[in-house]
């Protein structure tokens, strides 16, 4: 059985594909296949792609048990200027077309396609707890999520199974957002942004694995699942255990007016408020969340001996 993979080359999309190579076929489409050679299993395919078309690739839809689509310029690489958000939403755009282009050109269907979405998709939430059944926020992120979200209704269709995925914040080991959170506690300057009361919403990288396995080998789920460990913190709780997890004092606060003069729009979106997340739909169908405590969870990624 096959498994298409866009974005293998990512943080999550490295995971993945280990995790699956072992009980699967994996295709990883690559615009760079010697690095995605260099960085993925031997056991893995990487196949090239322009991330626009289903030139090159198609074939390789046709009959798979699953294509997962964890493509996108990253939204936390710098301030949101015009072009960057230009680049943002088009990368994401671009990729769930060439996806579709694929699906309409397969005889045999796939499975499933896994649309890669985040929870952003709720915009700031305060303080209220967030399910699947929350509308789209407002914002450029809430745009941005719903874009990619947009193709699941052509997808079903084609009759083909769309797993809308809103993954929180990832958490693991060799890179993802927690590299960049933990550089300035390699300095002894780690803290807080803003109030620090603004809701965190993780997941582990390996219970990020398990979720999209999970979705793909369950054939019955459809539709949209948020991907969050059960236990969301605080940005002051979630930065102090970052600084015991790496042996270093959480004590700098970054004010907010700084916050917006460096990043802008993307402190307001990102930075300065966030969303209490619960992944309802995925403890309904039975999944079982591996990493529930967030300072257990850092600590084992730095006893692994991990560089985040």
Same mark, same amino acid.
């Given at each position: ?7 293998? %080359? ?85 990729? %769930?077309?060439?996806?579709? !282009? ?78 960049? !959170? ?17 809701? !965190? ?50 004590? %700098? ?12 729009? !993307? ?20 999944? %079982? ?20």
């Amino acid at each position: 059985m096959r498994i298409v993979i866009a974005g293998a %080359t990512g943080f999550i999309g490295r995971a993945l594909s280990e995790a699956l190579c072992g009980d699967y076929e994996v295709i990883a489409l690559s615009r760079d296949c010697r690095r995605a050679r260099q960085v993925l299993p031997a056991a893995v395919t990487p196949v090239q792609w322009d991330a626009r078309t289903a030139e090159g690739w198609a074939e390789h839809a046709d009959g798979a048990a699953a294509v997962v689509d964890l493509v996108g310029e990253n939204i936390g690489a710098g301030r949101w200027s015009r072009a960057r958000k230009q680049r943002i939403m088009q990368s994401r755009a671009d990729a %769930t077309e060439a996806i579709l !282009m694929a699906v309409r050109q397969a005889r045999t269907k796939p499975d499933v396609v896994i649309l890669g979405s985040a929870v952003g998709y709720y915009g700031p939430g305060g303080d209220e707890t967030l399910d699947e059944d929350c509308p789209a926020g407002k914002g450029f992120l809430p745009e941005v999520c719903s874009a990619v979200e947009g193709c699941a209704d052509a997808l079903e269709a084609m009759g083909v199974r769309a797993v809308r995925l809103r993954t929180g914040l990832v958490l693991g080991p060799g890179g993802g957002a927690l590299a960049k !959170m933990a550089l300035p506690f390699r300095f002894h300057v780690g803290g807080r942004i803003g109030s620090g009361r603004q809701w !965190m919403s993780w997941v582990s990288l390996r219970d990020e694995v398990a979720a999209i396995r999970y979705l793909i080998e369950n054939k019955t789920l459809r539709g949209a699942y948020n991907v969050t460990a059960p236990q969301p913190a605080r940005a002051a709780d979630f930065f102090r255990a970052v600084g015991r997890a790496m042996g270093r004092r959480s004590w %700098t606060v970054m004010p907010a007016f700084v916050a917006r003069a460096l990043f802008g729009q !993307m402190a307001d979106e990102v930075l300065l408020t966030g969303q209490r997340v619960a992944a309802r739909r995925l403890a309904e169908a039975g999944f %079982t969340f591996e990493d529930h405590d967030l300072q257990t969870t850092l600590d084992d990624i730095y006893l692994r001996g991990a560089n985040p």
